[in-house]
């Protein structure tokens, strides 16, 4: 049996794309962003990216397109022409469903608000707003460019724009208290139409964040409180009708991010642009792609090879099925066992499984699924690395 008929029933295909630039680095921040005071060819980029689509699509053929991210960075940094123009490539490449959503990350200061009707009629039809928090010293520590008022200022341009919003906060931060979390939350809920993501802060290797944390300049909540902080995130969303649907990502029944649903159920994507990750299935086997992260560095493979790639590598049947555990059991809807076993050969070890079920980790639902349980999600890794094992 070939790989693309085990990946999965019904096969989505979504096409990331990475705008790498930002007007500051956030201290907390380890994704691949990158100020240039000096500023950048904006059109340079826009065509390299064209090419890095065309080239992506004359490698892997026809494909429906469900969805569109552009991520980063900051891609409301872009021209609202320059994102028409990577939606046309991407239209032009392969199809572009009719239904398909196109999401646009962007930033709540008031400038890049203006654009939104912009990037509406470019045919976004969805933004995530980076808010982080919700009050402006915290924001000030957190290194956002935007105070509070900024941030519901954007949410409302955004409401009044796009019918389907999302934005982000960051919890467990140096001094939080469970009360000041959960009027902050409540606040956020109020604002939310159908989406909200919230992550607890991480302390990541090589951020300005790391260094301080170390030298203890910078103190976040210990194990307890964070759990605390979880589990009041978990409790006041559900109450409010935005059950989580993955860790760290709560939706109205329907309203979840179809794109990230893409990465966690194991589908298939194209990653364009500086630093970009994608997922391909060629001549019936994923391959992992990896791009050059440096910008200008990326430029220069584009115009020598047509695409950025600095990784391509064939995944062997194992590493396809522990990432599909990996990233399938992020989500509350679990994963199809029967999947795992025929991307795998083998099936998932019962005695491993009695063990977990037994602590309360995991279960098995009515309709086969297996998935990690409330009390289990915050032990994820664990969890996940026990049944990979």
């Known amino acids: 049996m070939s ?101 646009l990350e962007a930033n709540p200061t008031s400038v890049e608000a203006t654009r939104f009707r912009g990037y509406r009629a470019a045919g976004v039809n969805r933004v995530s707003l980076g808010v982080q928090a919700l009050d402006d010293q915290s924001l000030k520590e957190l290194g956002r460019l935007h105070s509070a008022d900024e941030a519901l200022a954007a949410i409302a341009v955004a409401r009044s724009i796009f019918d389907r919003y999302s934005f982000d906060l960051i919890y467990a931060r140096p001094r939080q208290t469970i009360e000041g979390w959960a009027l902050e939350l409540n606040r956020a809920i109020a604002e939310a139409a159908e989406h909200l993501s919230l992550y607890q802060l991480t302390i990541e290797p090589g951020t300005p964040f790391f260094g301080l944390h170390k030298a203890g300049k910078l103190v976040i909540p210990a194990e307890g409180l964070a759990r605390d902080l979880y589990d009041l995130t978990q409790q006041v969303c559900a109450d409010a009708g935005l059950p989580a649907y993955e860790v760290s990502n709560h939706a109205r029944p329907g309203a979840e991010c179809r794109h990230n649903l893409v990465y966690w159920r194991g589908h298939e994507y194209a990653g364009i642009g500086p630093g970009a990750h994608g997922r391909l299935n060629v001549d019936g086997r994923r391959y992992a792609t990896e791009t050059e992260r440096k910008p200008e560095a990326w430029l220069d493979l584009i115009d020598t090879n047509g695409i950025g790639l600095t990784v391509d590598e064939a995944l062997q049947p194992g590493e396809v099925a522990d990432e599909f555990l990996l990233m399938g059991l992020r989500l509350t809807e679990g994963i199809d066992p029967k999947r795992f076993t025929a991307l795998s050969g083998r099936s998932l070890d019962p005695r491993r499984l009695a063990f977990l079920m037994d602590g309360g980790a995991v279960e098995t639902m009515d309709n086969g699924r297996l998935r990690v349980t409330p009390s289990g999600f915050p032990l994820l890794d664990a969890v996940v690395a026990d049944l990979a094992a």
């Open 3 to 103: 790989l693309t008929n085990t990946i999965a029933p019904h096969q989505d295909f979504a096409v990331y794309v990475h705008w790498p630039f930002c007007l500051s680095k956030c201290p907390y921040c380890d994704f691949n962003s990158h100020v240039r005071h000096g500023g950048y060819d904006e059109t340079r980029y826009l065509r390299a990216i064209e090419s890095e689509i065309a080239a992506t699509a004359a490698r892997i053929g026809t494909r429906t397109v469900s969805s569109v991210f552009f991520g980063g960075g900051t891609p409301s940094l872009m021209q609202p022409s320059t994102v028409e123009g990577i939606i046309n490539a991407i239209g032009k490449n392969w199809t572009l469903a009719g239904s398909a959503e196109i999401s």
